[in-house]
């Protein structure tokens, strides 16, 4: 019997492909009553939300067969995680799904702040044509102040660069060298921020902390004529005296996304056309919806398959300082073991090597992604972060860890050796693709697809024509190619990805035609 996935809020229909491709079931019920959600819950294996729906232990009790549940955004503020954890059931999200959306949000409602987009727009609509009314700031040499220089204060300051403003930052837990390759100043004290700032805008996460962290003390002391942005979390700005502040001229204008109550149809700053009010829409693009649905999709069949689920926040045993540093890496790693195990079977010996800046952390996850690679690639099991040794050692595989400080020119990167097999990955992108940088012992730089071929030869001339001439005759198309050489042996190797099938004859001919060192034919 197919496994049942309850979706309760509207995903993309690519996320939804992925389940039903897979073979599960797959049901929607959106805008449920609550008796009609604690009615379907009750034999679902997988659970689907986004934020309306609220996960709490009274309808978890009634899952009884419930396993992962899918936050399709970033946030699990709606889900009961520690009733999720007492039962046993992973909960995940999809963290980068909406940074840029959010990102470019943020700079939209400033440029709005600064520019009196929207009043101008209303006025022109109105029939009114008062251009000395809209007099605007530019952002060129001004100071931004970012709360928060995470993912999405990160593109946030990227942006803002390009606009030609002056960088400062508040965030405790960001490195120095994070900020210095960002060109934002780190400052230790938010009082040293205030009255400098000419604008501020809020990337953090609403905790005891950060609850109330702006209120009538420190929007006295900011420059007069600020501009505040907020598209993070709610309860960051007190509502109440930052309509004073606005009223009063202090704050010359607030671009906001996010309500403590919502949908938000009345508060303080409703009445001020200087305070730009959106209804909760930076990650409401079509790009990030589909990002969020297909990657919760992939999540909860990895859970559901009893696979690795990368972006798990619970059940992990490992606190989330631990794992943070490697989560990205982890498919990559589940790419690696399943090249590994296409190339030598089974292995006997693993060794996982962490490097660059990820060396000193925890190599636990990465040691399951490579497992959970090889495992699933031969269809004999799945590993996760608490059975993985487990599950190496009941197939014979004795696994090593080592670190080393030098990732060869980049920031970090993951190497998995395997009887006599040896790969490398890193990450690249704002969505952390995984990137093939060395291939038994050969430096290459190419982004893996499905279907590969790999040839290592004696170099001379001509060899790549010959097999194009091949694959081009046996209808097999190369989309991207990489070539690596080791010049003291006078060797290349080419890594091509393809699409179409690779016939055994199609191989034969291939390696009839030259005279190859290793040909392999790879399906990850």
């Not at 993309?12 to 049901?27: S, T």
């Not at 440029?111 to 006025?123: D, E, G, K, M, P």
């Not at 004073?244 to 996010?258: E, M, N, P, Q, W």
């Not at 690639?377 to 595989?397: D, P, T």
Request: charged share 20%; aromatic share 6%; proline share 5%.
């Amino acid at each position: 019997m197919a496994s049942k996935v309850l979706v309760t809020e509207k995903i993309a229909e690519e996320g939804l492909d992925i389940l039903k491709g897979r073979g599960y079931e797959v049901v929607e019920l959106l805008d449920a009553a609550p008796d009609d959600l604690a009615s379907a819950i009750v034999d679902a294996d997988a659970l689907i939300v986004r934020s309306a729906t609220r996960v709490t232990p009274e309808l978890l009790d009634g899952a009884k067969n419930l396993k992962i549940i899918g936050r399709a955004g970033v946030t699990v503020d709606n889900i009961d995680v520690d009733a999720a954890n007492e039962r046993g059931i992973i909960v995940c999200n999809a963290p980068a799904s909406n940074i840029i959306s959010a990102a470019e949000h943020t700079m939209a409602l400033l440029l709005a702040c600064a520019r009196n987009v929207c009043q101008a727009n209303a006025s022109v609509h109105g029939g009114s044509w008062a251009r000395h009314r809209f007099m605007g700031s530019e952002l060129f040499g001004k100071t931004l102040a970012i709360f928060g220089l995470g993912r999405i204060g990160s593109l946030v300051a990227e942006r803002a660069r390009a606009f030609g403003m002056e960088l400062i930052a508040y965030d405790p837990y960001c490195s120095p060298d994070r900020a210095a390759q960002l060109d934002v100043t780190l400052v230790d004290s938010i009082s040293d921020i205030l009255p400098i700032a000419d604008v501020i805008t809020i990337h953090l996460p609403l905790t005891q902390e950060t609850y109330g962290m702006f209120g009538a003390e420190e929007y006295a002391a900011m420059k007069t004529g600020v501009i505040l942005i907020n598209p993070a979390r709610a309860g960051i700005f007190e509502m109440d005296s930052l309509a004073d502040f606005v009223a009063a001229g202090k704050i010359a204008a607030v671009g906001i996304d996010v309500f403590e109550n919502e949908p938000c149809e009345d508060s303080p700053l409703h009445g001020f056309d200087d305070a730009i009010l959106t209804p909760h829409i930076s990650a409401v693009t079509r790009e990030a919806q589909v990002r969020a649905g297909t990657e919760i999709a992939e999540y909860v069949w990895a859970g559901l398959e009893g696979s690795i689920v990368p972006t798990a926040i619970n059940t992990s045993g490992m606190p989330p300082e631990v794992l943070d540093p490697v989560r990205p890496y982890i498919p990559a790693a589940k790419i690696a073991g399943r090249m590994v195990s296409s190339l030598v079977g089974m292995p006997k010996h693993l060794t996982v090597q962490l490097e660059g800046a990820i060396a000193e952390a925890d190599p636990s996850p990465i040691v399951a992604g490579a497992v959970d690679g090889i495992l699933s690639y031969k269809e004999i099991g799945a590993a996760s972060l608490e059975n993985a040794q487990m599950m190496a050692a009941r197939h014979g595989i004795e696994v090593l860890t080592a670190a080393d400080r030098d990732a060869h020119g980049y920031e970090s990167a993951i190497r998995v050796m395997a009887d006599g097999v040896e790969v490398a990955f890193t990450l690249y992108g704002l969505d952390h693709l995984p990137r093939l940088i060395a291939f038994n012992g050969y430096h290459i730089d190419i982004e893996p697809a499905a279907r590969s071929l790999v040839f290592e030869y004696v170099d001379s001339p001509g060899r790549i024509g010959v097999i194009g001439t091949i694959l081009g005759e046996a209808g097999v198309n190369i989309t991207t190619m990489q070539i690596g050489t080791k010049p003291e042996e006078k060797c290349a190797l080419v890594y091509m990805n393809v699409e179409g099938e690779i016939l055994r004859e199609v191989m034969d001919r291939l390696e009839g035609a030259m005279d190859y060192k290793n040909v392999w034919r790879l399906s990850l």
